[in-house]
């Protein structure tokens, strides 16, 4: 069956501007997670979401960075006035039922200039 | 807190030689412990994942990993490398060993060059 998906692939944006990521997750799952890769920090958490419950948001670094998840499905995550550091890899999962296995999209490469 | 750390950044190995990629845990408790690999420009895909059912836990391409309680030791091994191999791998633990919001911890991961 289908993956989890993620778009753009590529987004190359200027410092200062606002950029939002989509991820769409596997059909059914309840549990969807945001992850960033850098560099510098390697793989971390940002942010989770459970059904209906209020989403777990303790990895978001600053508050220009937020998400929300429509519909308990398709989730967009927000990042407001890019900074250089914002350049990363961002990574979005699904889990069935938010127990362990979870499964990733290919990601969305950004470059802040 | 659990925590993995992995102890080599960088490993090469001749193609048909086997492969040892190490991981150490940190817990409280038995956690669940995953290895992921990610190839260039591909997202992460789950290799295996022990959950306490088996210590020796198979997972797809032919690798394995042991847990080990008494070396606190989840290490990742394949008899015999190919060159599709080469790629990224990350040891990873959830935290709070499974329970709400399965935070994956990662490691600093371990790249493998597998020559020919």
């Known amino acids: 069956g289908a993956g989890v998906s993620q778009s753009p692939s590529n987004k190359v944006t200027e410092k200062g501007k606002d950029v939002e990521l989509r991820c769409d997750p596997i059909s059914g799952h309840t549990a969807l997670y945001w992850y960033r890769q850098s560099l510098g920090q390697g793989l971390e958490f940002l942010i989770y979401f459970q059904g209906n419950s209020a989403p777990d948001k303790s990895g978001l670094p600053s508050d220009r960075f937020s998400a929300e998840r429509t519909g308990g499905s398709v989730s967009t995550l927000t990042i407001q006035r890019t900074q250089q550091e914002d350049s990363a890899v961002y990574l979005c999962a699904s889990s069935p039922d938010g127990t362990d296995t979870q499964y990733f999209g290919p990601g969305t490469r950004l470059t802040v200039l | 807190a659990q925590s993995v750390t992995q102890l080599d950044s960088h490993v090469s190995v001749s193609e048909g030689t086997p492969v040892l990629l190490r991981c150490n845990y940190s817990?409280?408790?038995?956690?669940?412990l995953f290895w992921y690999v990610q190839h260039p420009n591909k997202g992460l895909q789950l290799l295996l994942k022990y959950t306490s059912a088996a210590t020796l836990v198979k997972g797809i391409n032919g690798f394995e990993a042991e847990f080990k309680k008494s070396e606190t030791s989840f290490h990742l091994t394949k008899p015999s490398a190919h060159m599709s191999d080469a790629a990224e791998y990350f040891c990873?633990?959830?935290?709070f060993g499974g329970g709400a919001t399965n935070k994956l911890i990662f490691g600093t991961g371990t790249l493998l060059a597998v020559q020919p």
């Open positions: 817990s409280s408790y038995s956690p669940s």
């Open positions: 990873v633990v959830p935290r």
